[in-house]
């Protein structure tokens, strides 16, 4: 530092990027969903590089047997390691000496926009990668995830899957029918309780009676009448299930939303380092550590297409 700045600019700008650090940690982007939609955690380990889990599956079943027999049905637990891996998420933003020396004359803090957008960039970054992978890191998200069951809801009486052409019932039935598919082929050990659906769609189901002169939506009716999803807090809307789904149309998903079944990895959050003298600029570098949007339990998923 003190190659262009003085003792007193030093301490100056110092305190300035402390104060830039102290608003930037405090900013809330609440349009970036996947915060809000997948359980967080922050338990691995900043250095690690990859992310390793088991999967459990039972072999072998009891069978009745004479007393006196002495080959019994040998049942066992088998292991199935995953792993995943971790990157480093970066960014940089700067402040030149000019900048500095004139915020110092007039006694003014240095704006903390810059670093605003330093943190805005790797969540976004992360909130795309939560949902579509990242296929150059190996990073996995919700979207590119092979395993998570697929299927097209059916066509309305108006001739079409859209639910801007379905009636409340057919909207409703178009849930309820994912809710109990995923029920039924796992043999009831999965039960969904959040729905993620279209911005559009959301505003639809929350704004449309379910039938004519009824006096509840269509999104009241779902949360009274299905057996999983049973709190309007429990449909979220979301920006990026818009053209998501094959040759670009609209889905919804439903989950169990529990850190058992899937839970974004972040061992870093966003940090801004020390700052670096480059040419006449010091250089704030920022980085975090990401490991993506980690599916455990694929079955616990379900996505619905065209709606």
Same mark, same amino acid.
């Given at each position: ?28 982007? @609440?349009?970036? @969903? ?16 990859? &992310? ?14 004479? @007393? *006196? ?9 088998? $292991? ?14 700067? *402040?030149?000496?000019?900048?500095? $020396? ?7 803090? !240095? ?18 990668? @939560? ?7 190996? !990073?996995? +998200? ?7 069951? #697929? ?19 057919? &909207? ?42 009824? /006096? ?18 429990? &449909?979220?809307?979301?920006?990026? =299930? ?11 998903? !439903? ?7 899937? /839970?974004?990895?972040?061992? !870093? ?10 040419? =006449?600029? *010091?250089?704030?570098?920022?980085? +975090? #550590?990401?490991?993506? =949007? ?8 379900? &996505? #619905?297409?065209?709606?």
């Amino acid at each position: 530092m003190s190659q262009l700045l003085d003792a007193e600019g030093t301490v100056f700008f110092k305190r300035q990027l402390e104060y830039v650090k102290r608003e930037t940690y405090d900013q809330v982007y @609440a349009d970036l @969903a996947y915060r809000a939609l997948f359980p967080v955690t922050n338990e691995t380990p900043e250095g690690a590089t990859s &992310i390793v889990w088991r999967s459990w599956d039972r072999v072998g079943m009891a069978k009745v047997i004479n @007393a *006196y027999a002495k080959d019994l049905p040998r049942v066992d637990k088998h $292991a199935k390691e995953n792993t995943s891996p971790i990157r480093t998420v970066a960014d940089s933003f700067g *402040y030149s000496v000019d900048e500095i $020396a004139s915020a110092q004359m007039v006694g003014m803090n !240095l704006s903390a926009d810059k670093g605003e957008v330093a943190r805005r960039a790797v969540e976004e970054l992360q909130n795309h990668i @939560a949902f579509y992978g990242d296929d150059e890191s190996g !990073l996995p +998200g919700l979207l590119n995830n092979a395993n998570i069951p #697929r299927g097209d809801v059916p066509d309305g009486a108006g001739g079409t899957p859209q639910w801007s052409t379905k009636t409340g019932k057919e &909207i409703a039935a178009d849930i309820n029918d994912a809710c109990n598919d995923m029920f039924e082929l796992t043999k009831q050990k999965e039960r969904p309780d959040t729905l993620a659906v279209p911005t559009a769609q959301w505003a639809l189901i929350n704004s449309t009676d379910y039938k004519a002169e009824s /006096e509840k939506t269509i999104a009241q009716y779902i949360v009274q009448n299905n057996p999983f999803i049973n709190s309007i807090e429990s &449909i979220i809307p979301v920006n990026e =299930l818009k053209g998501a789904g094959t040759a670009g149309v609209d889905i919804f998903v !439903l989950y169990k939303r529990d850190p058992s079944k899937l /839970e974004m990895e972040i061992p !870093l959050e966003f940090m801004i380092m020390d700052e670096q003298i480059v040419g =006449l600029e *010091y250089t704030v570098p920022c980085r +975090g #550590r990401f490991g993506g =949007l980690i599916v455990r339990y694929p079955l616990s998923i379900s &996505i #619905r297409e065209k709606i």
